[in-house]
Every structure is written in structure tokens, then in C-alpha cells.
């Protein structure tokens, strides 16, 4: 009776003993994927967490519904004109804090805007390539993904004010 008592131990011990799993994350997506482990863990896999940047809240396609009033003046005679309407705007992101917006007075000119948390600020003193244009301006997306706008563009005869806002 001791011998066979002995021998189920021992093969308890040996059977035991080659039978050692390794315990592991075993999903290749997380960081801490094992390669080497037998069976899987409960619940221990971690994942890298996806980290936007500030400009990726402003990148997309945008119909930018405006109020505008022109305010010019020809041979000394100052004349205001008020307009709405609306048109299309696409902002494409160049780095982590910097976008492109294309289209920003419907006519096809691009400017870069640098971006802090929801705001947007753009400055350019040679718009669209003329050195006698100016734009200066500022935004912020809301929490419906509106892009609030206001800017000013400046010629040598008139001061253009737009005020609206840009839906995707």
C-alpha cells in the first residue's frame, strides 16, 4: 500500500510538473501581448489609448453659413453692403496644433490656422498672394461640431467682415 501511495505522488509531482502553462494576454492588439503564454489571463491584456490631436476636432468638409458687410471706399465715397449665403469649406490638418483651411473666402485661397483646444486662429498679411490683402480671424468649434467663424479681410479699399458659422 506505501509503494502505490508513493507512486501516485510521484506521478502526481511529474504529471504536474510537465504540465506547467504559462498564464498570459494572448490578444495580439494589446501592448502587452505574450507570445509565449499557454492560456489566457482574465482580463490583464492593456491597450494603447488612442490620442487625438487638437487639430483632428476641425478636420472635415463644412458649409459655412455667413452674414457679410462690405464696407468700401471708391473715389472717397464709402458704401456698406450687407450680404448672406453660404458656401463650402474644408479643413485639413497639416500638424498636431496647425490646419488648412481651403476655401475660406469662396474663391479657392488656402491658409493655414493654428488651432488650442476648440479655437482656431488664423493671420495671414498677403491673402490670397496679394500683399495689399489681409485676413485676420478666429473660431470655435461647439459642441454639435459647428465651427463658429468671424474674420476680417482688408483690401485697400474696403473691409470685408464675415460672421458665421461652419456645419459639417
Known sequence: MKTLLKASILCIFFISACNNETEGCRDVLATNYDSDA???????????????????????????????????????????????????????????NTVLLTNIHNQGEDLQASVNGTNIIFSDTSFGDDPAVSIEGDGNINGNDDLLLDFTITTPDCTIVYDGIARK
Do not use: L, R, W
Not at 53 to 72: L, P
Not at 74 to 81: E, K, S
Open 38 to 96: 499557454d492560456t489566457d489571463c482574465n482580463n490583464c491584456c492593456t491597450y494603447a489609448v488612442s490620442v487625438m490631436d487638437e487639430a483632428d476636432v476641425f478636420v472635415g468638409s463644412y458649409v459655412f453659413e455667413f452674414d457679410k458687410v462690405d464696407t468700401c471706399i471708391d473715389n472717397g465715397v464709402t458704401t456698406v453692403a450687407n450680404f448672406q449665403g453660404d458656401y463650402s469649406i474644408t479643413i485639413s490638418k497639416i500638424d498636431t
